[in-house]
C-alpha cells in the first residue's frame, strides 16, 4: 500500500516533470505527498555560515510552494527542504519519514549528456540506496539548434 510518496525536485523543469506522475498515483492511492528540494552544502566549505543556511532553506519552501502553484497541486502537500548532497539527503528523508514511494525525474539541472546517459546521477544514486520503491519519471528534452 501507497501511504507517502515523496517527490525530489531541484529547481528544474526536468526534475518537475514528476509532478504530474506523483499527484495521479497520490490520488488513486490517497496517499500524502512531500515535495523535498535540497539546497546543496559542501562537505569541506571553509566559509560555513550559519545564516546564508537558513536563508537557503527557506530559499527552498519559497520554489516548492511556487512549484506547487504552477503544476495546480492544491492543499496538503508537504514542503520540505534541507541543505546536504542531493542523493544522500533524499534516501535519508525517505527512511527517516516512512516514505513508500520516491517519484523522480530520471535527469535534473545537470541534464543530459552528448554521451546520452538514460539516467543522472542523483537518481542513479537514489535507485541503488532508497529504501523504499523508485519510480523514475524519463524526462523529455528537445534537441537544441546548433
Keep these: ?29 490517497g496517499a500524502r505527498v512531500t515535495l ?5 552544502r559542501y562537505p569541506n566549505s571553509r ?7 537558513d536563508r537557503s532553506v ?8 511556487g512549484a506547487c ?11 520540505k527542504s534541507t541543505l546536504g548532497m542531493p542523493a544522500e539527503a533524499i534516501i ?4 527517516s519519514a516512512s516514505v513508500d514511494l520516491i517519484v523522480m525525474s530520471t535527469h535534473g539541472t545537470t541534464g543530459t549528456t552528448n554521451l546520452g ?4 546521477s542523483v ?11 523508485v519510480y523514475l519519471v524519463p524526462v523529455r528534452f528537445t534537441a537544441s539548434k546548433s
Design 1 to 29: 500500500m501507497i501511504t507517502h510518496i515523496l517527490v525530489p525536485l531541484d529547481g528544474s523543469d526536468a526534475s518537475e516533470q514528476a509532478l504530474a506522475p506523483a499527484k495521479e498515483l497520490a490520488d488513486r492511492f
Design 36 to 40: 523535498l528540494t535540497v539546497m546543496i
Design 47 to 53: 566559509i560555513h555560515v550559519p545564516q546564508m543556511d
Design 58 to 65: 527557506e530559499s527552498g519552501k519559497a520554489y516548492l510552494a
Design 69 to 79: 502553484g504552477r503544476h495546480n497541486l492544491g492543499e496538503g502537500i508537504e514542503l
Design 92 to 95: 535519508e528523508f525517505a527512511a
Design 117 to 120: 546517459h538514460t539516467l543522472g
Design 123 to 133: 537518481a542513479w544514486k537514489v535507485l541503488q540506496h532508497a529504501p523504499c520503491a
